[in-house]
């Protein structure tokens, strides 16, 4: 008799947990917490621990705990135009971070790619370096760097390009932000990036050229085509964190850079105003998760 587990996958039970291990971990860590914030969304602020009312009393009276929750706080997020103008500044900064990040790390994604055999290896370590340092205190490093009173004016001052009195005004400022960004993120763009490329033929270009094509159209002919699904990666690896970024504009921002991490930091530690917070962070994952799983859908009808 054939030995018909390899074709029929419902005659072997470990295949099954094999495929059911991702899914329970995306249920307990991201699923669960994701419906306990949203619940806490449909709440009501009360001075009481926990800081939201109703709470869950058992499943003898769902019927009442569910009557109790309402859309109150997802009203009041159209009312006031504080959190609107927080997404919308978020999604700039993001998204002019992202550029900046693509700008940067494409050169040197390429030029590792197209290096040597020999040193690639050290290329690729000298990029995942920072990671081996504590991000809180790389980011605390440009506070000193960027600082009126730093090491930048330091340097700009001992080379002749600012007089003694004069002073880099770029700490708590947008700029200090892109600057903190960029630093924080590269090597997220980088790596995918120079996967992709890593693999290209190099053949392809070998050919443009005895055919007569210049360098730079064979770039965009060949390589940065056969390089968009690092360049898709490495955006959105990217983008989405920088979204909901708040370490970096809490340090090296000032009052005018708002941002939503900074908002809902507000909004649960400050005012202890859960409900609201939890609110503002379901808005924000469906602004993130819907493009996403649209261009997704999208590759797979173009695949």
């Known amino acids: 008799m054939a030995d018909t587990t390899a074709d029929n996958p419902h005659a072997n039970p470990a295949r099954w947990l094999v495929v059911a291990v991702p899914y329970l971990w995306l249920l307990?860590?991201?699923v669960a917490p994701f419906l306990i914030i949203f619940k806490i969304s449909l709440s009501d602020t009360a001075i009481?621990?926990?800081?939201?009312?109703?709470?869950?009393?058992?499943?003898?009276?769902?019927?009442?705990?569910?009557?109790?929750?309402?859309?109150?706080n997802y009203l009041f997020l159209t009312e006031d135009p504080l959190?609107?103008?927080?997404?919308?500044?978020?999604?700039?900064?993001?998204a002019i971070s992202?550029?900046?990040?693509l700008l940067i790390g494409y050169p040197m994604a390429l030029a590792m790619a197209r290096a040597p055999n020999s040193i690639r290896p050290i290329l690729l370590m000298l990029v995942i370096l920072p990671f081996w340092t504590?991000?809180?205190?790389?980011?605390?490093?440009?506070?000193g760097i960027l600082k009126p009173d730093g090491l930048l004016t330091l340097v700009l001052q001992t080379i002749g390009l600012m007089g003694p009195d004069q002073q880099?005004?770029?700490?708590?400022?947008?700029?200090?932000?892109?600057?903190?960004?960029?630093?924080?993120?590269?090597?997220?763009?980088?790596?995918?990036?120079?996967?992709a490329l890593e693999k290209m033929d190099n053949t392809l270009?070998?050919?443009?050229?005895?055919?007569?094509?210049?360098?730079?159209?064979?770039?965009?002919?060949?390589?940065?085509?056969?390089?968009?699904p690092g360049v898709i990666a490495g955006s959105m690896i990217c983008f989405i964190p920088i979204t909901g970024e708040f370490v970096i504009p809490d340090l090296l921002g000032g009052a005018d850079t708002l941002m939503i991490g900074k908002t809902l930091w507000t909004e649960f530690f400050s005012n202890r105003d859960w409900?609201?917070?939890?609110?503002?962070?379901?808005?924000?994952?469906?602004?993130?998760?819907v493009p996403i799983a649209i261009f997704q859908n999208q590759q797979k009808k173009v695949a």
């Not at 880099?168 to 996967?195: C, K």
């Open 275 to 289: 409900p609201l917070a939890s609110a503002v962070a379901v808005v924000l994952l469906l602004m993130l998760v």
């Open 48 to 72: 009481a621990m926990p800081p939201y009312t109703p709470v869950f009393g058992g499943w003898g009276a769902i019927s009442d705990f569910v009557s109790e929750l309402d859309i109150e």
């Open 98 to 101: 992202t550029f900046l990040l």
């Open 83 to 94: 959190y609107f103008q927080a997404y919308m500044s978020s999604l700039r900064i993001a």
């Open 168 to 195: 880099v005004e770029i700490f708590r400022t947008d700029t200090a932000v892109f600057i903190g960004i960029v630093y924080s993120y590269l090597p997220f763009m980088v790596l995918p990036l120079y996967a």
């Open 28 to 30: 307990l860590f991201f």
């Open 134 to 143: 504590s991000f809180l205190i790389r980011v605390y490093a440009w506070i």
């Open 205 to 228: 270009l070998e050919a443009a050229n005895d055919l007569g094509c210049p360098p730079w159209k064979a770039f965009w002919k060949i390589t940065f085509p056969l390089s968009l």
